[in-house]
């Protein structure tokens, strides 16, 4: 009976840490990437060092848990990664997520070596160990603590994040076999990278493509098809592992080729995999914390403090400024990326792994690596928006958004139902438009559902219902929310958009991040043309403002009816032609 009872115990408590996990999302937005060190705090005064007396050293068990955590956070990152985002920054984050490591080791090992008399190489594994950034808090913060980065930093950022991770993993399991085994040929260390790395992208490729085509194919009940989602990647990352592969470089390859097809509930898929990396972050957290020894930390606090400034300090903001200098970046932005480089749970991860293989001086890598990321998370994790803002790197966005809901519809993956509650501030209630790929279709109002011309227009307070492709449906947000204007004109709502002649230059602005430099905004795009070409007019004539085209789609009489919006062709807008349209703009000049 005592066995029986203790199981019920233990059913009892996880239950109660899954619940409190689950409701803890509610001020996670609020407090951010540092609440988990609430649960960190948990595992250790329920461990044998604290009131709770819980002996736990099942490193393996850790390990464990920590790489099936760490797999799904990189998975749902690539499924919020869009191509075009990931082409453009994938030079400055790529080198960010290799040079940027190797440079940030070589940087903390001598002073690993100083303050803890440790060898040089076990310096440079300390190093390594705490060179990555996390994925996990760096996505966490980006997308919660209700900031608009500039475009491109943000995407760096998240880049370098999901990206980082394999190479730190690679470099740590190397320098371990070195200091178990002995040296190890320069040919044969380069040979496993590249292993890892080419057979990681095919891996990750292939995965990706046969996880969309079963989610798109296959008919699976809707509620299966997210958790099929999620265990599909982590069958991609272990059987990578067991190719010796680079199983977490697979996974988000493999999630990045997910979120970038048409497929099935892609926003259902999102919201489990939020709930789940959220409850996986706790529980790792957990289990570090029974892990971690607190009665250690006193006698090595000093040198792994001077360990955690010199990384924040010193190395992290070192590398960027380096491995950033071909890249165009301001110094504020540079300035920004090196704070931002947050250390999380991978930091302990990588310091479990000394332990897992009993290697020499073991706990000194975890309890530094441990000191490092509670470090890392209350400094930088609770002033990333105040160093955003104080580097006019970004602007809050209004808390005001209220959550879309998706629907599949079986038989066909072209469309889905994508429904939004019809509130004050939005532009589709004071604008009156939307892409020409979404379409009005069900309103419900007062519990009566009703045709879109049975209701006679749309008033707030109503729910409004409209197919839309999958992977566009996220970019609807804008027309229902309380938003600000983009920054820069997004993708997703140019390409087949058209609008009519009678549309302002303000709405353009509004929603699309066109900038029109000292026109009227009450101007619309026909008298624009007008303006521009008088009574010639003709379909497909062009304007071009800075990265977006306008271009007539529809003209009678030479007056314009509609007119389409899509990217500029950059290899066809010369430097001086933007310039031109700028200072044209700028000045009210006619061509």
Known sequence: MEALDSVSILIFFSALLVLVGILSSLIALRFGAPLLL???????????????????????????????????????????????????????????????VVVTSLLVAPVA????????LEGLLLGTIVASTDAAAVFFLMHSRGLRLRPRVGATIEVESGTNDPIAIFLTIVLVEILLGGQKPPIEVV?????????????????????????????LPQGLIAPFAATAALVIFGFSAVLGASGFLAVYLAGLLVGNRSSRTQ??????????????????????????????????????????????????PAAVFLCLVPFGFSFREKLFISWVGLRGAVGIFLASIPLLVELPNAH??????????????????????????????????????????????????????????????????????????AKLTLVVRDQQV????????????????????????????????????????????????????????GALTELYGVEFPGADR????????????????????????????????????????????????????????????????????RR
Request: glycine content about 10%.
């Open 364 to 437: 000194i890598f975890f309890d530094v690596g441990f000191v490092v990321v509670v470090t890392s998370l209350l400094v930088q994790g609770w002033s990333v928006a105040f160093a955003a803002r104080q580097l006019r790197i970004a602007k809050r966005r209004p808390e005001t958004f209220r959550p879309r809901v998706e629907l599949a519809l079986p038989g066909q993956v072209a469309q889905e139902l994508v429904g939004y509650p019809v509130v004050s501030g939005s532009p589709f209630l004071r604008r009156g438009i939307t892409p020409s790929w």
């Open 267 to 316: 926003g259902t898929v999102l919201d489990f995999l939020d709930a789940v990396t959220w409850l996986g972050q706790i529980l790792m957290f957990v289990l570090l914390g029974l892990l971690a020894w607190p009665d250690r930390v006193p006698g090595i606090l000093l040198p792994a403090l001077a360990v955690a400034l010199t990384l924040m300090l010193i190395a992290r």
């Open 38 to 100: 609430i649960f960190l705090l948990v595992g250790m005064l329920a461990g044998e060092s604290g009131p709770g007396g819980i002996r736990f050293d099942d490193v393996r068990l850790t390990y464990m848990v920590g790489s099936v955590a760490l797999a799904l956070i990189l998975f749902d990152g690539g499924l919020r990664t869009r191509f075009a985002t990931f082409r453009n920054v994938m030079a400055p984050a790529g080198t960010l997520a290799t040079a940027g």
């Open 191 to 219: 040979s496993m990278l590249a292993r890892q790395a080419v057979f990681g992208t095919i891996l990750g490729v292939a995965g990706g493509i046969a996880i969309a085509f079963v989610m798109n194919r296959a008919a």
């Open 450 to 505: 009703m045709t879109p011309e049975e209701a006679r227009g749309i008033h707030e307070g109503d729910h409004v219902y409209l197919l839309a492709p999958p992977d566009k449906a996220q970019a609807l947000d804008r027309f229902f929310a309380d938003l600000p204007p983009p920054s820069s004109p997004d993708p997703r709502l140019l390409g087949d958009f058209f609008v009519g002649g009678d549309v302002t230059l």
């Open 113 to 120: 070596v100083l303050v803890l008399h440790l060898s040089w």
């Open 522 to 589: 009450d101007r619309t795009v026909a008298d624009l043309f007008a303006e521009r070409f008088g009574r010639k007019v003709q379909p497909g004539a062009t304007i071009t403002i800075g990265a977006v085209a306008l271009v007539t789609h529809r003209v009678k009489d030479g007056s314009v009816l509609t007119v389409g919006l899509q990217l500029a062709e950059q290899e066809a807008v010369s430097w001086w032609t933007r310039m031109s349209d700028r200072v044209e703009w700028a000045f009210g000049r």
